[in-house]
């Protein structure tokens, strides 16, 4: 199956590269961020102390959008509810892209000192994760879901440029 959502045309399959899988990611992430640019409310700058809040008023937007234009792109994003880190609170996230390579998002970090998202082929383990096929990208800490996005975006931009 091919997609030329992009200058060039991606075979969407199992057998993907890594590098593949990341740039399908972008082409949906990019749109969510086109469509949630908008004025920051100076009024929420503070970060909550507890981060569940954080989690579920941030994080959880930015992920629920970005589910929304995955799924338009034929991916389906889905939150690993039997996932806790009771140290963070972050969430872990399984992408189904097309075509039926799967991969493992996972969200890491110390609240509110570190954010991190770390993308990696899944395993046939659900509490197993892939370093040979992985990226971590450093997030910003922010009440602002566009300051998040572009985070997300920046990292996997660079790892794909390289």
């Known amino acids: 199956m091919e997609r030329t959502g992009s200058l060039r045309a991606i075979r969407v399959d199992v057998n993907m590269t890594f590098t593949s899988q990341l740039d399908e ?7 969510t961020q086109s469509r949630l640019l908008a004025p920051m409310d100076h009024q929420q700058l503070l970060l909550p102390e507890d981060p569940e809040i954080f989690v579920e008023d941030v994080l959880g937007y930015v992920m629920d959008e970005w589910r929304q234009d995955l799924l ?12 806790k880190d009771p140290v963070s609170h ?3 996230f399984e992408l189904r892209l097309r075509g039926g390579a799967m991969v493992d998002l996972l969200f890491a970090g110390v609240y509110p000192e570190s954010l991190h998202l770390h993308i990696s082929r899944s395993m046939a383990s659900k509490m197993q994760f892939s370093d040979a096929h992985a990226v971590e990208v450093p997030l910003l800490v922010s009440n602002d879901p566009n300051a998040l996005l572009y985070s997300i975006v920046g990292g996997l931009r660079d790892f794909v440029r390289r």
Do not use: D, F, I, N
Not at 25 to 31: S, T, W
Not at 72 to 83: A, F, M, P
């Open 25 to 31: 990611m972008l082409v949906a992430l990019r749109q």
């Open 72 to 83: 338009k792109e034929g991916h389906v994003l889905e939150e690993v509810t039997s996932w």
């Open 90 to 92: 972050y969430p872990r």
